[in-house]
Each structure stands twice: as C-alpha cells, then as structure tokens.
C-alpha cells in the first residue's frame, strides 16, 4: 500500500500564501537546458528535471521553478535544471533523471506526468535518493507524488466564463489530450453548464497522443483561439503550456474577448504585460507550494512521500482576482467553491 504524508499546517499556510501565483511561455522546448547556482554549504542539491518549455515558460514550469527557488534561498545550496525536448522517449527522461541522481542531487523533481514511468525505474535504482513528481502517481517510498485537483479550479473558471459571456459561447482549447488535460476540460465544461447550461463550449486539444509538441507550440495555440474567436466565442480558457501564449495574444487582438490564464497567474506575468487587460482570471495551480514544501521536507530530514493532493479546500487551486475583472463575481464564485468544499457539487475528471 502506498504510504501517504498529510499536509502540513506550515503546507497549507504557505499555499495561502501563494494564491499570486498551467500556461504560456517559451518556445525553446527542443533545448536541453541547465544551470546552477554556488553550493550553499549545508543547503541543498536540487536537481529539477523540466517538462517541454523548460524555465521561461511562464506558467506551468514557472511555478515548479519558483519553489525551487524559494527553497534555494531559504535553504542555500545549488540548482540543476534539465530540460525534456518534445522528442523524448523513455530512455530519454531515465537518463535525465539518473544524471542528476549520479552527480549528487537529492531531492529530484520530475516536472510533468511524463517522467512517471521512468521516475518509477530510476527510484528504485536510487532508494536513498528522495524523488518528487508533479502530476502523477508513483508508488515507491521514497517518491512524492504531487497532485492537484485542476477540475475543481477549472470548474470555477467554467463559471466565470459563463457569467461573463455576452455570446453565450465560449472555448476550451487543450494541449493534448491526455487524462490530466480532461480534467481541466472536464472541470470548466461543468462550471459552463451548471451556472448557464444553453451556453455553448467549443472544445479544441492541439496534439494528441505520444505528441506533446501541444504544450511547447504557440503558433497552434493562437490558431485555435482565433478559430474559436471567429466561430463566434467570447471567453477562451486554455491549457496548454507555454502554447497558451498564442491564445492570449489571439484574445488581446479581438475587442470584447476575454482570456482565462492557467497555472500562474498570468495577468502578473512581465512577458504577458502587453496583454494583461485581455486576461480575465487564471486557474492558478500552485505547483511551487507542493515543490517547496517537497524540498522543506527533505531538507529536515523527514521527506515527504506517497500522494499528497492540493485541493480547491487546501489552497492547491483558485482562480487568480489580479485586475479586477471578475470582482463583480465574487458571490457566485464564492458559492461555487463552497458548494465544491463541503461536497454538494462533484466535479468530474472526464469528459
């Protein structure tokens, strides 16, 4: 049986803490990319194996990299990034991750449900190393499996685009379609209906399959928003990694649209600036705050490991209030989230 670790009191206070912070960025997702920092003394070897787009992306690796980083300060000691290329295979990403296991890195993070399969193999290989996963599942000791509960924020996403509609018709457009990505989509599809159910949702996924070039491909994000835009939909919500760039630069273009951001929040990213009075809200997922409180727990010594999930109730996942654009909301969202706390509304995770 997997051993699970409840949160912490100091987890959850840090994830209050880190509401301000799933899905645009960089397009340099072919590039294997490192760095690091001085040894800090006694610190810590953070070893971070990146999902495609890489540090930059301006949301999903964004956020695990400002945990990192949180807890490089606090902590001292030194930082390895490694960054996937969409043309990995399995071999690929064991190599990433046992490179950083062989040149002393402890803990490890694989950012991305792509590195569970081999975070599976190179822990077992490596069993006094601690390991971390975001958004997937590992059952070994000494991995800590850092999930969120993205429908419950993405429900919450689906209302506000129904409240703020004046078509009727909004969109949803995924990176691939992988189970993780429906559960956005399955998330705000609800929120839609149950606050508006004639409300009409345009649902488009970029790639699909073994192709995750969806989530590092801004061109295709702008393509699909556009297309949603000129099929007549007013609110386009996306989650596609750095290729939510494209769509809320296609957003920004057509007056009267709104974009919802996704993971960080997106209105307060500098290389978004230009188009923050386009951004409505974000689904933000605090992936630093599971990061950060992964490496806490190695740095004292008591790691953190089996499936420890940040939810709607634990601050895992809210909707961003940065520029104001949904302050008129307040009340239904609030009524939303209640509903979803005390279990009255059941989010799906499919379609």
């Given at each position: 049986?997997?051993?699970?670790?409840?949160?912490?009191?100091?987890c959850i206070a840090s994830a209050a803490l880190a509401m301000t912070a799933t899905a645009c960025g960089s397009t340099s997702a072919d590039n294997e990319g490192s760095s690091s920092s001085s040894s800090g003394g006694d610190g810590v070897k953070i070893g971070l194996a990146f999902d495609v787009g890489g540090r930059g992306d301006r949301s999903f690796n964004d956020s695990a990299a400002r945990g990192a980083d949180k807890a490089?300060?606090?902590?001292?000691g030194s930082i390895k990034e490694l960054t996937a290329k969409t043309s990995d295979t399995e071999a690929d990403r064991e190599q990433r991750l046992s490179?950083?296991?062989d040149a002393g890195y402890n803990p490890i993070v694989g950012v991305g449900f792509s590195y569970a399969t081999?975070?599976?193999?190179i822990a077992a290989k490596y069993p006094k190393v601690s390991f971390g996963i975001v958004d997937s599942v590992v059952d070994a000791k000494n991995v800590d499996s850092i999930t969120f509960t993205e429908e419950q924020g993405s429900y919450l996403a689906g209302v506000a685009a129904a409240l703020k509609t004046k078509k009727s018709h909004v969109g949803f457009v995924g990176g691939v379609d992988t189970p993780l990505i429906k559960k956005f989509e399955a998330g705000y599809v609800q929120g839609v209906k149950d606050t508006k159910p004639k409300v009409k949702v345009d649902v488009q996924y970029l790639t699909h399959g073994s192709d995750l070039s969806g989530f590092s491909s801004p061109d295709k994000g702008k393509e699909a928003a556009s297309g949603m835009l000129d099929n007549g939909a007013d609110v386009?919500?996306?989650?596609?990694?750095?290729?939510?760039?494209?769509?809320?630069e296609a957003v920004s273009g057509v007056k009267g649209t709104w974009a919802i951001g996704v993971d960080s929040d997106q209105y307060n990213v500098p290389g978004l600036a230009k188009y923050k009075a386009s951004i409505l809200t974000s689904m933000v997922k605090n992936v630093d705050v599971g990061v950060y409180d992964f490496i806490k727990s190695v740095h004292d010594s008591k790691p953190l490991a089996?499936?420890?999930n940040y939810s709607l109730a634990k601050g895992g996942v809210s909707l961003a209030t940065s520029g104001g654009f949904i302050d008129d909301l307040?009340?239904?969202?609030?009524?939303?989230?209640?509903?979803i706390v005390d279990g009255t509304i059941k989010v799906k995770t499919t379609p």
């Open positions: 049986m997997r051993r699970v670790a409840k949160l912490s009191a100091a490089k300060t606090e902590f001292g490179d950083l296991a081999s975070m599976g193999k386009v919500y996306t989650a596609a990694g750095s290729s939510g760039n494209g769509a809320i089996g499936q420890n307040k009340s239904q969202l609030d009524a939303a989230k209640k509903k």
